[in-house]
């Protein structure tokens, strides 16, 4: 593979605060290359001055029930040296019109293949990298990171075995709550899949919705989950699955929960379960859907707000190990990064 093209890898540990060091200090220059460049974030800073109150009361229920994940957070400013107000913005990811990442799964008897398309502003997918972190507790987890935010936003896994991958959706509630990057954060450090479940739906009100599909390595169980700022919904996976970023579980209505203005994810939802039919049930089909004209996506077909930067494709093999392949958009598919939790742990 292209060098350039290769996300760095750094393995962290210690405290909270010494790991947020040890990342923002490492990554500084890329976090600083985002924030300088990201226009999501100039809006939501700008939205911030204007009107302080909704983040200062996000800040202080972030701070009672997660104060280890704002310690990590002082720790990636002031390695940074960035001022933490701004870190912290970043982490805040409320986002009413929502339509990043893909996700296919396929199920099977003794292991699960899912592949997932890691979609985001092309800043953050270039200034990306990968983290492991061993934790004080005794876990450990990898992550694919974006600079400056916690893992816990896209896709990883941890020693006890759980995978998880996120899509964001656009709860229509707009609630003022935990981000849901802490809520990922968190789930990385679960034991099993109930506990990955609870994590997700603990804390009310939360901000945004998210669709987080969550496979367990121990049991070979695969469930999707669709979370709105005060409610939740659980779908088992069997066979075959493939969700974008909007609701579409029995849990909850289109008439309630309609998809964002402008997104373009009910026809990638629908290329991709056509496609998904007419593939065969390996790891190459699933590769085939996810890289497919109907669901990869090009900056421009977003109206220059986000492309599909990466693509993950793991493998679940139950009481075995968790091989995860990641290929860059750039390049060729039998080019990629390849993890174990073997190799890892």
């Not at 998809?259 to 290329?271: A, D, N, P, V």
């Not at 379960?273 to 390996?282: D, I």
Request: charged content about 25%; aromatic content about 12%; glycine content about 8%.
């Amino acid at each position: 593979m292209n060098t350039q093209d290769t996300l760095p890898f750094l393995r962290v540990s210690g405290t909270n605060y010494e790991i947020g060091f040890q990342i923002g200090q490492h990554f500084r220059d890329r976090i600083k290359n985002t924030l300088d460049n990201l226009p999501a974030f100039k809006e939501n800073k700008e939205w911030d001055e204007k009107n302080p109150e909704r983040l200062n009361k996000v800040k202080n229920i972030s701070e009672k029930y997660f104060p280890q994940y704002m310690e990590e957070l002082k720790g990636y400013a002031e390695g940074s040296g960035i001022e933490f107000r701004d870190i912290f913005i970043h982490n805040y990811k409320h986002m009413p019109r929502a339509d990043n990442c893909s996700t296919g799964i396929f199920k099977f008897e003794r292991n699960t293949l899912i592949a997932h398309n890691e979609d985001a502003h092309p800043i953050m997918g270039k200034n990306a990298y990968f983290l492991y972190e061993e934790l004080e507790n005794g876990t450990s987890f990898f992550a694919y990171s974006y600079p400056g935010i916690l893992p816990g936003m896209s896709f990883g896994f941890n020693s006890h075995g759980i995978f998880f991958c996120c899509n964001s959706l656009p709860d229509p509630a707009k609630s003022v709550g935990i981000s849901r990057i802490f809520l990922g954060r968190n789930m990385l450090e679960q034991k099993t899949i109930e506990d990955a479940l609870f994590a997700a739906q603990r804390y009310n009100p939360r901000s945004g919705g998210a669709n987080y599909n969550i496979s367990s390595l121990k049991t070979n169980v695969a469930v999707n989950l669709e979370t709105t700022g005060n409610a939740s919904y659980r779908t088992d996976i069997t066979d075959r699955f493939f969700h974008t970023n909007h609701y579409i579980s029995e849990g909850f209505s289109p008439k309630n929960f309609p998809i964002g203005e402008g997104s373009i994810s009910k026809e990638r939802l629908e290329g991709g379960l056509k496609l998904l039919y007419n593939v065969e049930k390996n790891a190459e089909g699933l590769l085939r859907v996810l890289s497919d004209d109907s669901v990869f996506v090009k900056f421009r077909e977003t109206g220059n707000r986000f492309q599909t930067n990466g693509t993950a494709l793991v493998e679940m093999k139950e009481g075995e190990d968790i091989d995860l392949k990641f290929f860059p958009a750039t390049q060729e598919k039998n080019e990629y990064q390849h993890f174990r939790l073997s190799d890892l742990i």
